[in-house]
């Protein structure tokens, strides 16, 4: 079983930036590629950014050059980071981590972004 946290999400003017940070913990072996999903009040929850084992990267044309994801591998631990960089409030939403070919169970509480104009 895998646990995912999620922090690093607030309040941020338009322009501004978030680092987001992921821990996937426990059963780690089982993971592969890793992804930034979000969703925002009254819309269906979309993948913004994955990551393969390899550090391949695939981004979401309404994020692509604005969003980075990241992630490196202590012994027990997956750590998975989006730096946002020009958010704007469309952007608001609350941010999840996750598998991509395999979803963990259950989701993370996720973190909260806002952007204001």
């Known amino acids: 079983q895998v646990q995912l946290v999620e922090s690093g999400g607030g309040l941020v003017q338009a322009g501004g930036s978030l680092r987001l940070s992921c821990s996937a913990s426990g059963s780690v072996f089982s993971i592969n590629t890793m992804g930034w999903y979000r969703q925002a009040p009254g819309k269906q929850r979309e993948l913004v950014a994955s990551i393969s084992t390899g550090g391949t990267t695939h981004y979401a044309d309404a994020v692509k050059g604005r969003f980075t994801i990241s992630r490196e591998k202590s012994e027990n631990t997956v750590l998975v980071y989006l730096k946002m960089n020009s958010l704007r409030p469309e952007d608001t939403a609350v941010y999840y981590c996750?598998?991509?070919?395999?979803?963990?169970?259950?989701w993370g509480q996720g973190t909260q972004v806002t952007v204001s104009s």
């Open positions: 996750n598998g991509v070919t395999v979803t963990i169970k259950p």
